[in-house]
């Protein structure tokens, strides 16, 4: 995808999907990750803003975390969802672990279940409230199956805590489902979302 994709006409109110290229807009950002980049960032710079840490992961430009990856949906000039997806296979034998993030922090990361084979997998996902009931993240579920059949690959795969049930309603009237369940330790705040879910398509 590289042009603007128009998904209704009217001038005032026009929205559109497109490949994003600047810095994370942090609604859509702080939503998909469902508190998980303030926990891991919050504090681990003195005066830093978790957002602005985990922006500056992107603005590296290394996969998979890259601008490339991600596709917004943008309303008026504002940013109301987003898509972060990419190949597994290749995040997984090039993600070097995130300097800023505490070792203790890392254990709710290393709880997910990663896929067991090659999938184009979904980091993240996300609509601002007042924005669902529009079809958007059913157009972002399309969007990286597209993506996934472009680049060869039969599998998709996400992550998504287990008590966020609006996520799982969506996923699954999309055809995927749940493969396997790590749990947060009790002893870590992300304790009350629940576990862990790995969902694959088909």
């Keep these: 995808m590289s042009a603007l994709i128009y998904l209704n006409s009217a001038p005032a109110n026009w929205l559109a ?12 950002s702080t939503q998909a990750a469902d508190g998980l980049v303030e926990w891991c960032y919050e504090g681990a710079v003195a005066d830093a803003d978790p957002i ?3 922006a500056r992961v992107f603005e590296l430009n290394r996969e998979p975390y890259t601008y490339g990856n991600c596709v917004v949906a ?3 000039s504002r940013v ?8 597994w296979d290749d995040a997984a034998a090039v993600m070097p672990p995130d300097p800023h993030i505490p070792d203790e922090r890392m254990a709710v990361i290393d709880a997910m279940a990663p896929p067991t084979q090659s999938s184009w997998h979904i980091e993240a996902m996300a609509v601002l409230p ?4 529009r079809g958007l993240g059913r157009r972002f579920i399309d969007i990286a199956k597209s993506q996934a059949r472009a680049k060869n690959f039969d599998l998709l795969s996400l992550h998504v805590f287990e008590n966020n049930r609006g996520a799982i309603r969506l996923y ?3 055809g995927f489902r749940a493969v396997d369940r790590a749990p947060i330790p009790d002893s870590l705040p992300m304790a009350d979302r629940g576990g862990s879910l790995l969902m694959v398509f088909p």
Excluded at 22 to 28: T, V
């Design 52 to 54: 602005e840490l985990f």
């Design 172 to 174: 699954e009237h999309c």
């Design 74 to 76: 943008e309303e008026a």
């Design 17 to 28: 999907l497109r490949i994003f290229k600047k810095a994370l807009s942090r609604e859509p």
């Design 130 to 133: 007042e924005c669902q009931g």
């Design 80 to 87: 109301i969802g987003k898509l972060h997806s990419y190949a």
